[in-house]
C-alpha cells in the first residue's frame, strides 16, 4: 500500500516537473519600491541604502544585496514557486548580465512612488524611468534572442507592479506645503491610480499582457507609523490604514477598468493588506512573536543607515518578527505574503 502511494507520488512529482518545463511564464519582470528592490539603489546616488549588515543576513551566503529585508523579498519567492530562479537580480547590478535578466529582472527602487515628486525626496529611481529601463531591456532582450524569441518571452511573462506606500508616508503627509497643498487625500489617490493606469497602459502598448498590480499594505501598522503614535499607546494609525483601504478599492476598479480596455491582457489586482494585517493582529497564529516593533535595533525606527551592525538590540532570530526593519517584513513575511498571492490571484498565471 505504501509503495503504491509512493509510485503515485512519484508520479505526480513528475507530472509536475514537466508542467514546469512548460511553465507559460518565462520570465518575472519587476517594477516598484523597496517591497520588491532587489539592490537597484546600491548603484544610484541615494542615501536609501541596505548594502550592508545585518541587512541580507539570512540570504544566500549572507549577503546584504541592497534587499530591505534580512532575507529574499515576495518576488523572489514568486519567481521561484513560478519554476524560475530563486532569486531575482537588480537590473543596475554590474554582476549580472542579460543572460541572467532574460528569466527575470528587476527596475524597482527602494523610496520610489507613483508621484515624481515622491523619487525626488531620496533622489531615487522615479516610476516612469523604471519603464525607460524595461524599454532598454526589451532592446538586450531582442539582441540577446533574437526578435521573435524575445518578443514572445515579452508577451508572456508576467509583470509584477508594488508601488504607493512612499507616495503617502514619505511624501503627503510628511512635506509641508507639498501634495497636500494642492490635493485633498481623495483627489491625490486619483491621481495616483491615474498614474497607474498610464503605467500599465503604456506596459501593454509595449507588449505585456500578464500584469499583476499590487496594492498597499496595512501601512499604518508598519513600526515606523506605530512608534510616531506613541502617545496612543504605540497602537496602528487607523486613518493610514483607511487610505490603504481606499487606494487599493481604487486600483481593483482599475484593474476592472483596463481589462476590458486592453484586449487580450491578463490582469489581476495582488492584495498584501488582509494577509499582512492579519500577521500583525495574530502574529501567534504564524509561528510569529513579535508584530508591533522590528527585528533591527530598538525595533521602533531604524531602517536604511539607522540599521547598521552597531544598532544595539538587534534581534538574534528574524522568524519571531514580522518586521525586520521600522519599515519592511522580515522574509519570513515575505515568504507568506508571496504564497498567498502565488495560491491566489497569480494561480491562473502558473501553468
Ligand atoms: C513625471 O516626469 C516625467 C519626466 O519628466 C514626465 O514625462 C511625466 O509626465 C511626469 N509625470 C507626471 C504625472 O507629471
Not at 540570504?59 to 519567492?77: E, H, L, Q, V, Y
Not at 513600526?223 to 496612543?232: A, D, G, Q, V
Request: aromatic letters at 14%; charged letters at 20%.
Amino acid at each position: 500500500m505504501a509503495e503504491k502511494a509512493s509510485n503515485w507520488f512519484f508520479l505526480i512529482h513528475i507530472l509536475l516537473q514537466i508542467l514546469k518545463i512548460h511553465a507559460k511564464v518565462p520570465a518575472i519582470i519587476v517594477f516598484g519600491d523597496s517591497s520588491v528592490d532587489a539592490g537597484n539603489n546600491n548603484a544610484i546616488s541615494t542615501v536609501l541604502k541596505s548594502n550592508f549588515e545585518p541587512y541580507g543576513r539570512d540570504f544566500f551566503g549572507r549577503k546584504a544585496t541592497g534587499r530591505f529585508s534580512n532575507g529574499r523579498i515576495p518576488t523572489d519567492f514568486i519567481s521561484e514557486a513560478f519554476g524560475l530562479k530563486p532569486t531575482i537580480p537588480a537590473y543596475l547590478d554590474p554582476s549580472y548580465s542579460i543572460k541572467d535578466f532574460a528569466t527575470g529582472v528587476c527596475f524597482a527602487s527602494a523610496g520610489t512612488g507613483y508621484d515624481n515628486a515622491t523619487s525626488d525626496v531620496l533622489s531615487v529611481i522615479p516610476f516612469w524611468k523604471e519603464l525607460e529601463y524595461y524599454k532598454q531591456y526589451q532592446k538586450d532582450l531582442r539582441c540577446y534572442l533574437g526578435n521573435e524569441k524575445a518578443n514572445e518571452v515579452l508577451k508572456e511573462a508576467l509583470y509584477l507592479l508594488s508601488i504607493g506606500t512612499n507616495d503617502f508616508l514619505e511624501n503627503y503627509y510628511i512635506i509641508p506645503d507639498g501634495r497636500s497643498s494642492e490635493y485633498s487625500i481623495e483627489e491625490y489617490q486619483n491621481f495616483l491610480a491615474g498614474i497607474a493606469k498610464d503605467f500599465v497602459t503604456q506596459l501593454y502598448n509595449l507588449g505585456a499582457r500578464k500584469i499583476s498590480i499590487g496594492g498597499l499594505p496595512p501601512m499604518g501598522c508598519l513600526p515606523l507609523e506605530r512608534t510616531t503614535n506613541i502617545l496612543s499607546g504605540s497602537e496602528c494609525i487607523e486613518e493610514y490604514n483607511d487610505v490603504a483601504k481606499q487606494f487599493n478599492e481604487k486600483l481593483k476598479g482599475l484593474v476592472e477598468e483596463l481589462k476590458v480596455k486592453l484586449t487580450g491582457a491578463s490582469l489581476v489586482y495582488s492584495d498584501p493588506y488582509g494577509i499582512l494585517y492579519d500577521m500583525i493582529q495574530n502574529p501567534i497564529s504564524f509561528g510569529f512573536e513579535y508584530a508591533a516593533v522590528a527585528c533591527c535595533g530598538t525595533g521602533l525606527f531604524e531602517m536604511g543607515y539607522l540599521c547598521d551592525k552597531l544598532s544595539p538590540f538587534t534581534c538574534s532570530d528574524a522568524n519571531k518578527y514580522v518586521f525586520w526593519d521600522s519599515f519592511h517584513p522580515t522574509e519570513k513575511t515575505n515568504g507568506i505574503i508571496a504564497d498567498h498571492a502565488v495560491k491566489g490571484p497569480l494561480a491562473q498565471f502558473l501553468y
